[in-house]
């Protein structure tokens, strides 16, 4: 099966400016997670998708960083404007189902952002 | 709320030497444990979990993982170490409220030829 598709894989941009993410999960997973890697630390979620509706979205900095999934399927992440702090790789992942806690995930290769 | 420690940023092994990666957690219930991997440039990949049953857990590329109740630790395994077994490893537990994967800082693993 195809894997959890994102891009851009790199993105550079100044402080201030926007930028947006792209995540296509494997398909038919309904579950979809958005997390933030900063460089020496574990992913940290962001958000959670159960279909197209947000299930946990306590950690995203909402002044400043958005997400959607639309159709239930593709996700996309934004941040606007961006902070030197948000330098990071934004990890998405998608799993079958909230039903199934014992499942794993299956990550995409991930969004190394730079702010300059 | 879950948390999970590696105790360890870094650990080194000779190549053919048994290696350990350490892992705690706390958690309210039962837990739910996973170990992913990290390749440089690439996202996480999944080794093993343990859900229930036997404490002794075996996954991907000759990696196994001890349940250990009584001391909350899910230590990483493997007999023989490959200098391809070097990377960035991730220990991430949930409950049974199927709450989202919390994950460890993470333990640099190198492989000494």
């Known amino acids: 099966e195809a894997g959890v598709a994102q891009s851009p894989r790199y993105k550079i941009i100044e402080k201030r400016q926007s930028v947006a993410f792209w995540c296509n999960p494997i398909?038919?997973?309904?579950?979809l997670y958005w997390y933030q890697q900063i460089l020496g630390q574990g992913p940290k979620l962001l958000i959670q998708?159960?279909?197209?509706?947000?299930?946990?979205d306590s950690q995203l900095p909402k002044d400043r960083f958005s997400a959607e999934r639309l159709k239930g399927v593709d996700s996309t992440l934004k941040i606007q404007p961006a902070k030197l702090e948000d330098s990071a790789v934004y990890l998405c992942?998608?799993?079958?189902?909230?039903?199934?806690?014992?499942?794993?995930?299956?990550f995409g290769s991930g969004t190394r952002l730079t702010v300059v | 709320a879950q948390s999970v420690a590696q105790p360890e940023d870094q650990v080194n092994v000779a190549e053919g030497n048994p290696l350990t990666v350490k892992c705690t957690y706390s958690?309210?219930?039962?837990?739910?444990l996973f170990w992913y991997v990290q390749y440089p440039n690439r996202g996480l990949q999944f080794l093993l979990k343990?859900?229930?049953?036997?404490?002794l857990v075996k996954g991907s590329y000759g990696f196994e993982a001890e349940f250990n109740k009584s001391q909350t630790s899910f230590h990483l395994k493997k007999p023989s170490a490959l200098v391809s077994d070097s990377a960035l490893y991730f220990c991430?537990?949930?409950?049974?409220?199927?709450?989202?994967?919390?994950f460890g800082k993470g333990t640099r693993l190198s492989v000494i030829a």
């Open positions: 992942a998608s799993s079958e189902s909230l039903g199934r806690p014992g499942g794993g995930y299956t």
């Open positions: 398909s038919g997973h309904a579950t």
């Open positions: 998708f159960q279909n197209n509706g947000v299930v946990d």
């Open positions: 958690v309210s219930g039962n837990p739910y």
């Open positions: 343990y859900i229930t049953g036997d404490n």
């Open positions: 991430a537990v949930r409950d049974l409220r199927n709450t989202p994967l919390v």
